[in-house]
Nanobody, 123 residues
Framework: VQLQASGGGIVQPGGSLRLSCAASGRTFSSYDMGWFRQAPGKEREFVAAISRSGRGTYYTDSVKGRFAISRDNAKITVYLQMNTLKPEDTAVYYC?????????????????WGQGTQVTVSS
């Protein structure tokens, strides 16, 4: 599967952005989907994930209550709605797809990655 992330940009603290990740292929509903981010000088970290059916969602503590992950299997797209953004959310955001095995929390579990989209939160 090929993944194309979009929707990044520059936003003031407290603002919102919605990231999209469009997938190719007809097996999108077979993948758990995740969002990761990488700030300069830091390792890539887990942000959120959603199960194949969409019924299971997972968030790192720092974004709970502010971010929401969703998916539309008919449109083969996964979204990350980001609200109340903070400067520490500044990073390149990557979407990723995971097949059967491994934890949704671990980047090593993901088999396919998009190219990343920059999110900058600054006044």
């Amino acid at each position: 599967v090929q993944l194309q992330a979009s929707g990044g940009g520059i936003v003031q603290p407290g603002g919102s952005l919605r990231l999209s990740c469009a997938a190719s292929g007809r097996t999108f509903s077979s993948y758990d989907m995740g969002w990761f981010r990488q700030a300069p000088g830091k390792e890539r970290e887990f942000v959120a994930a959603i199960s194949r059916s969409g019924r299971g969602t997972y968030y790192t503590d720092s974004v709970k209550g502010r971010f929401a992950i969703s998916r539309d299997n008919a449109k083969i797209t996964v979204y990350l709605q980001m609200n109340t953004l903070k400067p520490e959310d500044t990073a390149v955001y990557y979407c990723a797809a995971k097949e059967v095995y491994g934890s949704v929390w671990s980047r090593e579990s993901y088999d396919y990655w998009g190219q990343g989209t920059q999110v900058t939160v600054s006044s």
